[in-house]
């Protein structure tokens, strides 16, 4: 959340449904100049792993650098911080200047991350990183080139300039195999609007996009979860 002030942190917030939500007052954390040399907090991603919950959050410092890290809690309301920068921006022939936008899940006893990566120009794609469950503060990135990127060239495509913010979710396919399903926010141009687009795979690295994208005109930063039985995004 942004506040009259112009500083992002992260709240919570909690439903029975699902779809009405009821806040809390403060945010669960702010920025800290003193200890973290952070002007924002933003873009959570929540995971439990059976003891505690792990939140990972995009950290921007003062000198306006981009860094993915992570605080824990027993209660989801308090939080110790881990100072250790999990994520630092992928060394690539991109030329990449920020990252942002964690989206982690439980697959094959590790921890796999994905997150975007943008140039100076705004335009992002997205990559992945993976971490043992025994020690979620070491990362190793799953290769030097994104796993998912525009479909550049393709003029009459809605994410032809970038790809970002993926919402990966894994489910049960009909004949009970595991597939991964990646929910993603897209732009055809620079200045374009976004739109939502949807992906699959099997093995959560190679994924083939919906024949019918985009699936929703209009939106940014898609999340998704089963609840109940349903997937809501």
């Not at 439980?106 to 990183?129: E, H, Q």
Request: one cysteine or more.
């Amino acid at each position: 959340a942004l506040s009259r002030d112009g500083v992002y942190s992260i709240g919570r917030a909690e439903s029975e449904d699902g779809k009405i939500w009821l806040k809390n007052e403060n945010p669960v954390i702010a920025p800290d100049a003193d200890n973290f040399q952070e002007k924002a907090i933003k873009e959570p991603a929540v995971i439990y792993d059976g003891e505690k919950v792990n939140l990972f959050f995009v950290s921007v410092t003062i000198e306006n650098r981009f860094r993915i890290m992570i605080a824990s809690s027993n209660d989801t309301i308090g939080f110790f911080r881990s100072d250790k920068d999990l994520i630092s921006i992928p060394e690539s022939d991109l030329k990449l200047v920020s990252i942002s936008e964690p989206s982690v899940i439980f697959k094959d006893d590790y921890l796999w991350m994905y997150y975007t990566a943008s140039d100076a120009d705004g335009r992002s794609y997205i990559f992945l990183a993976k971490a043992s469950l025994e020690n979620p503060l070491s990362w190793i990135s799953e290769s030097r080139a994104p796993v998912f990127v525009p479909q550049t060239g393709k003029t009459d495509s809605f994410d032809q300039y970038s790809v970002m913010a993926a919402s990966v979710i894994g489910i049960l396919s009909a004949n009970g195999r595991e597939l991964y399903r990646m929910y993603y926010c897209a732009s055809a141009v620079e200045t374009g609007a976004y739109h939502l687009g949807l992906a699959g795979s099997f093995d959560g690295i190679n994924f083939e996009r919906y024949v019918y994208n985009p699936i929703l005109h209009y939106g940014r930063s898609p999340s998704a979860i089963i609840f109940r039985n349903n997937l809501l995004v």
